[in-house]
Nanobody, 128 residues
Framework: QVQLAESGGGLVQAGGSLRLSCAVS????????VGWFRQAPGKERECVAG????????YYADSVKGRFTISRDGAKNMLYLQMNSLKPDDTTVYYC?????????????????????WGQGTQVTVSS
């Protein structure tokens, strides 16, 4: 089975940084785009960053653009989200996800419907 395991969440002060990691197993890492989502209680899940199978193509939500960086390491089968200049509004649960394999190699997936496998999430808390 395809499994995703997030790690790296925690407590950080505003302005600080965290690096989230996602270990992917059960599927060839190069077979699909991948992304990071976040979902606060009572809110819809939103994509904060996506990366295509061709890693030079990325997507970022306006709220995180310039602060977050998504990357993938095919050799390690890992997905990362480097989060800098964190704000209290970034506090929520973050999920990594795998997109459907039918998407174009150069398309960074960004919609919930474009993903088919999800991790369990990792909590990020930014204190003020």
């Amino acid at each position: 089975q395809v499994q995703l395991a997030e790690s790296g969440g925690g407590l950080v002060q505003a302005g600080g940084s965290l690096r989230l990691s996602c270990a992917v197993s059960g599927r060839s890492f190069s077979s699909s785009g991948v992304g990071w989502f976040r979902q606060a209680p009572g809110k819809e899940r939103e994509c904060v960053a996506g990366i295509a199978r061709l890693g030079s193509f990325t997507y970022y939500a306006d709220s995180v653009k310039g602060r977050f960086t998504i990357s993938r390491d095919g050799a390690k089968n890992m997905l990362y989200l480097q989060m800098n200049s964190l704000k209290p509004d970034d506090t929520t649960v973050y999920y990594c996800a795998l997109a459907r394999t039918t998407l174009h190699n150069s398309y960074a997936p960004r919609l919930v419907g474009e993903y088919d496998t999800w991790g369990q999430g990792t909590q990020v808390t930014v204190s003020s």
